[in-house]
Structure formats: C-alpha cells, structure tokens
C-alpha cells in the first residue's frame, strides 16, 4: 500500500466533509456506507492521524482533519481554476461555484439570481450557504461572498456592486404614539429595534449630520426590549409598531413608497454599507466566477435606491 495522501482522497474527504456524515457522504458518492467507512479508514491509515471524530450520532473532524480539508479544498479549486486557465471552460462556465451570503438579502435577492445563472450556465453546480455573519475573507471554504461594506484585506478581491444606504424608519402608528425624534439624541428616549450582527457594536448607532466642515458624528447608544439576529424578524417588528429600526434600504423600500413605514430623521446619514461580491486573488480568472459576478452586478444596475442590502 503506497504511504500518505493520494490525489483521489481529496475529492473524496472534500464530499465527505461537506455531507456531515457517512451515510450522506455515501449517498452522494453513489456507494455504501461501508464504503465510505472503509475508504476513511484506509485513508487515516496511510497518513497515520485520525481524520474524523465518529459517534453513532454525528462526525466530527479532528484538528489533522480540519487541516486536511483545507488544503483539499485550495487543491481542488486550484485544479478547476487551471483547467479554466487552459481553455477547457472559457466559453462554458464548468465546476462547483460555492457562495456565501447574508440571510435576508441572500434569500431575497441571490438566491433568485442563482435561479437565473443556472439556466443560462448549467455546466455550474452551485453551493449558496447563508449566514448572518460573513465567513473569514481567506477562507476556502467559499469561492464568492458578497458582503456589505468594503473589505480591508488585500489578499482578495472586492468588486463594487451597488450603493447601500442605511436608514432610520418606524411606523406611522408608533410615531402618533410616542412622537418623531428630531435631533440623533432624542433616540434615546425611544425603544430601538435590536440586530445582532456582523462585528459592529451592537445597540451604538452612528448618525452624521451637516455637510463638510461643518458634519457631526453622533454615536447614539439606543435601547429597546427586542433584538433579533433576523433582518426580516426586526421589520416585521418595525411594521407592528414596536419602535424605531435602522435598516438597509433595499429591505424596506416598499415600505417607506406604501406608507407603511416612515424614514425617521432624513436630514442624518448613516455608515455606507455598499453592496460588493468578495473573492480570493486566485480565483478572479475562473470563468464560473467571472460569469456569476458579471451577473450580480448586471442584477443591480441601475442604483440600488432605484429598485432594491442586510
């Protein structure tokens, strides 16, 4: 038995990682589940480390494991990149497109968009994972991220995608009830709708007004009985009347044109949270991700304050 890791084990610990278990894993890969326990155990053999932490219940990777799946996946995309670089998919998107996005704007905006870039792609196989904070900008385990707000880290790529506003907004029916604040400290005084999300500070809402020399920058510290980790549960609560909210435009737009809520403190800006679609240096020739961002920033011209971020 030849020693160490052998090129196919790639492929298979990336599946069987990524299914969460033996018999997932078994089923995607058309075999066994005695297969792919054996598979596994020749494989922890030649290397010499326990790759998976196995119960009757759940799996888990060891340390060894984790590392081993994140060199395989840097291999894998590298290989699909080259094959790209060569030709053999310049004309035809192939290959598995992992994305990642925010909960709210993903389900509402992306995942349709995906619907879209199947149909006119079908060589592309896409994995779309939500979640409510972004994962590491150098982690393999995506091929694009849109995210809101410009990155900082200059081993990837931020492709700009469209405006993002922030705005303050309430019911018309909680404004009659406890009145419109007029200046960023009256928010004090009011109940403030919560999300927990990303890295910001959580209840510190930052509020510029004046222009130029003359801008002030206020950090409102803001209270309220409800907080959610939900864009969409946090509007919801907004349209009941349960107190004032800052959100994205996109996600409350036709509420503010309807009425049914109401843009608290116009004259104040908010922090941009422009849209980008994120992605690693060594990926911005693969034709599958070329084509899905091309798509993205096609989906969101014109402006986003004219048709629809989290």
Request: net charge positive; charged share 20%.
């Amino acid at each position: 038995m030849s020693e160490g890791i052998q090129a196919a084990d790639l492929g298979f610990f990336s599946v069987l990682a990524s299914a969460g278990s033996l018999s997932a894993a078994a089923r995607e890969l058309g075999i066994t589940t005695p297969a792919v326990s054996r598979r596994l155990a020749q494989m922890e053999a030649r290397l010499g480390v326990g790759l998976v932490n196995r119960t009757t219940r759940r799996m888990g990777l060891t340390p060894e494991g984790e590392l081993t799946l994140e060199h395989a996946r840097r291999i894998l995309g590298e290989i699909q990149d080259l094959g790209e670089l060569l030709g053999a998919s310049k004309s035809s998107p192939q290959g598995l497109l992992r994305i990642n996005a925010t909960l709210g704007f993903g389900r509402t905006h992306i995942a349709p968009l995906i619907s879209r870039f199947v149909r006119q792609h079908p060589g592309v196989d896409v994995q779309l994972q939500l979640s409510v904070n972004p994962p590491p900008l150098t982690d393999d385990a995506f091929d694009v991220c849109i995210r809101f707000g410009a990155p900082p880290d200059a081993r990837v790529i931020a492709r700009y995608i469209a405006p993002n506003r922030r705005l303050l907004c309430a019911s018309p029916a909680y404004l009659k009830k406890h009145g419109t604040p007029r200046t960023p400290h009256e928010l004090t005084r009011h109940n403030c709708i919560g999300i927990r999300q990303g890295e910001e500070a959580y209840g510190t809402w930052r509020l510029t007004h004046g222009r130029g020399k003359q801008a002030i920058t206020e950090a409102v510290k803001t209270r309220g009985s409800l907080t959610t980790n939900d864009g969409e549960i946090a509007v919801n609560w907004a349209l009941d009347g349960h107190g004032i909210l800052m959100r994205a435009e996109w996600d409350i737009e036709r509420y503010l044109k309807s009425g049914r809520l109401v843009q608290v403190l116009p004259q104040c800006f908010t922090p941009d949270a422009d849209i980008y679609a994120v992605y690693p240096q060594r990926h911005q020739m693969a034709a599958r991700v070329r084509a899905f961002v091309d798509s993205v920033a096609l989906a969101f011209s014109p402006p986003i304050g004219q048709g629809t971020a989290d």
